[in-house]
């Protein structure tokens, strides 16, 4: 990286091919997440209201039941979606800035 700040030129595909993995990987593990999420909000654990499980009706909110708690369902809810934006985020910051330091450069530039 210059002093300036800009992203050196060859370091630009490296950090693409970079970005393009972490994407390739957290597609990979999307449905892992899913599948864990689904399963903290059935009715055997959180009882989270408004979750359907559409493949075992058994599983399923219980409205008989009360929720476990309800910031907990909210957290999950959200888990997603903060994931994604994190993801996202971090990619379009590594290719606008590029690494903070070089190997061997210290970070006050001294």
């Known amino acids: ?5 800009q992203v050196n030129v060859m370091q630009l595909p ?13 597609i990979a593990l ?4 899913i599948q864990m999420m689904n399963m903290a909000q059935n ?9 359907v499980d559409y493949n075992d009706a058994s599983l399923s909110a219980n409205a008989s039941r009360a929720e476990a708690s309800s910031i907990a369902c909210l957290a999950i809810k959200l888990y997603l979606p903060y994931i994604v934006l994190a993801v996202l985020i971090g990619l379009v910051a590594s290719i606008f800035y590029g690494r903070a330091t ?9």
Do not use: D, Q, R
Not at 1 to 5: A, E, T
Not at 18 to 26: C, D, G, K, Y
């Open 1 to 5: 990286m210059s002093n300036s700040g």
């Open 14 to 26: 490296i950090i693409l091919l970079m970005a393009f993995i972490a994407v390739t990987f957290f």
């Open 30 to 33: 999307l449905p892992g997440f």
């Open 43 to 51: 009715s055997e654990n959180l009882n989270c209201h408004g979750y």
């Open 102 to 110: 070089s190997p061997g450069e210290s970070i006050g530039g001294y």
